[in-house]
């Protein structure tokens, strides 16, 4: 539980770097609402503040993911909480896509609805637990922030966008094709980063984390054939 919950403070804090710029650009939509702009313009406002957001936020966890690991054991609380590293950097790789598209809820602020969002992430909590409780199951702990990934996508990602089209008029496949070039972008740099900016022990931690995963995959399949 401690290891966990370290993971999640890192995890708000990376968090709250988003917000920062969230509120910034709040005046801007509130003029855009104001002025009655079309979906278009919306989308193209919605497309430019999470493209900076994106940037700082992958440099921001590449960093993390060079150097937390030392950070948490050396300088923080010491080696009995290395594993807070893995969490931390499970539950952040999807919090840079769902915190680029924070200013859709600057544009929902300006227009006064939040109902409809508050209770589309109420559900992803529910769903959240549910994932959570299986997922830890299968694969122990580290099922946990897998779980909660999982969940905050499936909530902020996927059904938020669809909302957000009914409401502002979110072009979705132009956002989508965002999203899909920052994925691309993040698996090219994690890959440059494994290969030339990870010290042995760090890649030895992703390959355990793999071998995992494949093992706890394997026992279930030789249960059902069982």
């Known amino acids: 539980v401690t290891v966990y919950a370290i993971a999640m403070n890192v995890s708000l804090i990376y968090g709250s770097l988003a917000g920062a710029v969230r509120n910034v650009m709040l005046p801007h939509a509130v003029d855009m609402i104001a002025a009655k702009k079309d ?9 430019s503040g999470g493209r900076y957001q994106f940037f700082v936020l992958v440099y921001i966890l590449g960093g993390f993911v060079m150097l937390g690991k030392e950070f948490i054991t050396a300088y923080w609380v010491g080696p009995a909480y290395a594993d807070a590293w893995n969490i931390t950097v499970i539950l952040m790789i999807p919090m840079v896509f769902i915190l680029s598209q924070n200013i859709t809820q600057v544009v929902l602020d300006a227009l006064g609805k939040r ?26 702990y580290i099922g946990a922030p897998i779980g909660t990934s999982i969940s905050v996508c499936v909530s902020s ?6 909302y957000h089209r009914k409401v502002i008029g979110l072009d979705v496949l132009r956002f989508g094709f965002f ?22 022990e760090e890649k030895r931690t992703v390959k355990r984390l793999f071998s995992v995963f494949r093992r706890k995959r394997g026992d279930g399949r030789e249960e059902q054939e069982g």
């Open 39 to 47: 979906g278009k313009q919306l989308t193209d406002f919605v497309i």
């Open 115 to 140: 109902l409809v969002r508050s209770l589309i992430l109420v559900g992803g909590s529910v769903l959240n637990v549910g994932l959570t409780i299986w997922m830890v199951r299968m694969w122990g």
């Open 157 to 162: 990602l996927l059904v938020l966008n669809i």
């Open 179 to 200: 999203v899909v070039k920052g994925l691309l972008f993040s698996a090219v740099y994690f890959c440059l980063l494994y290969v030339w900016g990870f010290r042995p």
